[in-house]
């Protein structure tokens, strides 16, 4: 008998699902592919620099809490903050694109 379930047709190539406790007031994020598969975290506070940079975009910040780590992977890096920082902004595309607040 497998350990885990199989992939279908939506998860298989996703990099992301959606996951709450039972009990919790908020949303977290499991993701599903190597190097950071199983991992769940949640992203706290989002703000943007208030300085242009010379390409006119602004810089982005963003706290997270690390809630499960099972494979005790080095989550303390620029790698991993960068893959869940490009999840973020696409999560907020997204909003924007369907005129949805954002909050």
Do not use: W
């Amino acid at each position: 008998m497998p350990k885990e379930n199989s992939p279908t047709d939506q998860t298989k190539n996703k990099k992301y699902a959606f996951v709450q406790k039972e009990g919790d007031d908020f949303t977290c994020i499991k993701l599903l592919q190597p190097p950071y598969k199983g991992v769940i975290f949640k992203y706290g506070k989002v703000g943007f620099g208030e300085n242009e940079n010379p390409d006119g975009t602004r810089s982005m910040k963003f706290d997270y809490d690390i809630l499960f780590n099972p494979h005790e992977t080095d989550l303390d890096n620029k790698e991993f903050i960068d893959y869940i920082g490009d999840m973020l902004i696409e999560f907020l595309d997204e909003k924007l694109k369907k005129g949805e607040p954002i909050e």
